[in-house]
């Protein structure tokens, strides 16, 4: 059973960088598939963010690519976002997800984790 | 304003049928059999419906159903159960920014 949790802070001050953490379990991250980020405001539609696949290649949103950096460690089975130069319009639940590669559907998702920006 | 479009909302009584369009363009909807849907209760992650196009996820209800039509792809929900009240969306591959979704329809079961 594929499960994917979210860590990071809740609370991220404006024109400071978010980072958030995902940790997979019951799958290694090494063996393919897309891995990514797709955030939520409250009460509005998904946005996606940003793919890495295992061996380091990355996709993004080209409305975000130049505040978003995504990585994976394959040694943890883990994978991270970094969102810089944060503003409310950020404020969103962040869910990490895995995408088939195929034909980028997310058949996994984590359990979101919401992260306000404010002072 | 979102890159896929879909009704805000659309409802029905227990039993009955309903629809659910996602409208796009050439470079996504259109250009790629690559149409996902999801169903997402309050609070909750999003949940696969369907994917490219028509194919149903093992454990996903066949009441369930997705099909396409030039740049409108559509999901269909048969025999409305109380549970399947909740918001829905749509996503495609696009050429131009790899993955959209819709804004979203909320479904009421009356």
């Known amino acids: 059973q594929v499960q994917l949790q979210e860590s990071g802070p809740g609370l991220v001050k404006p024109s400071e960088t978010l980072s958030l953490t995902c940790a997979v379990s019951?799958?290694?991250?090494?063996?393919?598939?897309?891995w990514g980020w797709i955030r939520q405001p409250p009460g509005k539609e998904l946005e996606w963010i940003a793919n890495i696949y295992h061996d380091g290649r990355t996709y993004y949103n080209a409305s975000l690519k130049s505040r978003v950096i995504i990585s994976v460690d394959t040694s943890k089975n883990q994978f991270s976002l970094r969102l810089t130069s944060v503003t409310a319009a950020d404020t969103a639940v962040y869910y990490c997800?895995?995408?088939?590669?195929?034909?980028?559907?997310?058949?996994?998702w984590g359990q979101g984790t919401l992260v306000t920006v404010s002072s | 304003q979102s890159a896929l479009t879909q009704p805000a909302s659309v409802s029905g009584s227990p039993g009955q049928s309903i629809t659910i369009s996602c409208t796009g363009t050439n470079s996504d909807v259109g250009g790629y059999n690559y149409v996902s849907w999801y169903q997402q209760h309050p609070g909750k992650a999003p949940k696969l419906m369907i994917y490219?196009?028509?194919n149903r996820p093992s454990g996903v209800s066949d009441r369930f159903s997705g099909s396409k039509s030039g740049s409108t792809a559509s999901l269909t929900v048969s025999g409305l159960q109380a549970e399947d009240e909740a918001d829905y969306y749509c996503s495609s591959y696009a050429s131009s920014t790899a993955l959209v979704f819709g804004g979203g329809t909320k479904l009421t079961v009356l």
């Open positions: 019951g799958y290694p991250i090494s063996r393919g598939y897309y």
């Open positions: 490219d196009v028509s």
């Open positions: 997800a895995r995408l088939r590669s195929s034909s980028w559907y997310v058949d996994y």
